[in-house]
């Protein structure tokens, strides 16, 4: 059973940054962080698939960087330019699917964090 552990969100004005941080307790083949507003399904920010290529949303490409330090099953998301359209729970996730090399379903993904609120105003 792999454990994810979120730090960081929190509140901050149009245009600023935030980082989060997620602790995972194993390696997993690829990882993600999702978000997900109030009344709308759960969308992929940004992932690292197995063979390390990274992805992200078009809404915040050039804004959200992910990296993963595999040494120390750390994944991070730092977001730069917030808009209040990046207001949600945000949530890493893990997958294991031996066949995925990665996705943006979250079906495919077998462990999640708790998430972490991120608040972007006006």
């Known amino acids: 059973q792999v454990q994810l552990v979120e730090s960081g969100g929190g509140s901050v004005q149009a245009g600023g940054s935030l980082s989060l941080s997620c602790d995972a307790s194993?390696?997993?083949?690829?990882m993600a962080w999702f978000r997900q507003a109030p009344g709308q399904e759960r969308e992929g920010v940004a992932r690292?698939?197995?063979?390390?290529?990274?992805l992200y949303l078009d809404s915040v490409k050039g804004r959200f960087t992910i990296s993963k330090l595999s040494a120390a099953n750390t994944l991070h998301l730092r977001m730069n330019s917030l808009k209040p359209e990046d207001t949600g729970t945000y949530y890493c996730?893990?997958?294991?699917?031996?066949?995925?090399?990665?996705?943006?379903?979250?079906?495919?993904?077998?462990?999640w964090g708790q998430g972490t609120q991120v608040t972007v105003s006006s």
């Open positions: 996730a893990a997958g294991t699917k031996w066949y995925r090399r990665g996705s943006w379903t979250t079906s495919d993904y077998t462990y």
């Open positions: 194993e390696l997993t083949r690829y």
């Open positions: 690292v698939d197995s063979d390390g290529e990274i």
